[in-house]
């Protein structure tokens, strides 16, 4: 069985541009959750979606959105890109009535230069 | 609010000594525990979770968590590591409640280096 996989592996923006990231949940999961993990600060909760609807977000500004597609898919998009986005975006996913067990992929590389 | 300690950054040991992680947490509720391991270049992999029951829960390569409520400890452990134990490893807990336990919050982690 496929795990979860995200596009791209490394992704180099400049500060002002914007970033997509892209998440392919396992088969049968219908949660897809966003992290950052960023240089000093950890692993950061960022978003949660379910069924196709944003049902939380952690403590980050509005520059930080995304989406999920009816195929339960998600795209995390980083607007107005600054220095301190650099970091790496893990996407997880899980079963609709059992999110706290979630299954990792193995993440994008955001560097913003 | 939940949170999370892993009191040791870094945890360097030789080839095939006993390790031990620790790990404690807060919470005002009961709550899920769970051991990441990040090797290198990768993404998280779940090693172990207790949700209930016994306190002991063990992985299929060797390493053990004892769940200790009255100490708010999660620590992991191992008898004896290996070279391929060099990884960065992660306790992450959530809450055992409600429509809160989704989110899962991380300890900063501890960077385990085997040495030969």
């Known amino acids: 069985e496929a795990g979860v996989t995200q596009s791209p592996t490394h992704l180099i923006k400049t500060r002002g541009q914007q970033a997509t990231l892209r998440c392919s949940p396992i088969s049968g999961h219908t949660s897809v959750y966003w992290y950052q993990q960023a240089l000093g600060l950890g692993l950061q909760f960022l978003l949660w979606?379910?069924?196709?609807?944003?049902?939380n977000r952690g403590n980050f500004p509005p520059r930080f959105s995304g989406r999920q597609f009816p195929n339960y898919s998600s795209e995390l998009n980083v607007n107005a890109l600054e220095l301190e986005d650099s970091a790496l975006y893990l996407c997880?996913?899980?079963?609709?009535?059992?999110?706290?067990?979630?299954?990792f992929g193995p993440g994008t590389r955001l560097t913003v230069t | 609010a939940q949170s999370v300690t892993q009191l040791d950054s870094q945890v360097p040991v030789f080839e095939e000594a006993p390790v031990e992680l620790r790990c404690n947490y807060s919470?005002?509720?009961?709550?899920?525990l769970f051991w990441y391991v990040q090797y290198p270049n990768q993404g998280l992999q779940l090693l172990l979770k207790y949700l209930s029951g016994s306190t002991l829960v063990e992985s299929i390569n060797g390493f053990e968590a004892e769940f200790n409520k009255s100490q708010t400890s999660f620590h992991l452990r191992k008898p004896s590591v290996h070279i391929s134990d060099t990884a960065e490893y992660f306790c992450a807990v959530s809450q055992n409640s409600g429509g809160s336990n989704y989110k899962l919050t991380f300890g900063k982690g501890t960077l385990l280096t085997v040495n030969p």
């Open positions: 919470s005002s509720v009961s709550v899920y």
């Open positions: 997880a996913s899980s079963l609709a009535f059992v999110t706290y067990e979630q299954y």
């Open positions: 979606y379910d069924e196709g609807e944003e049902r």
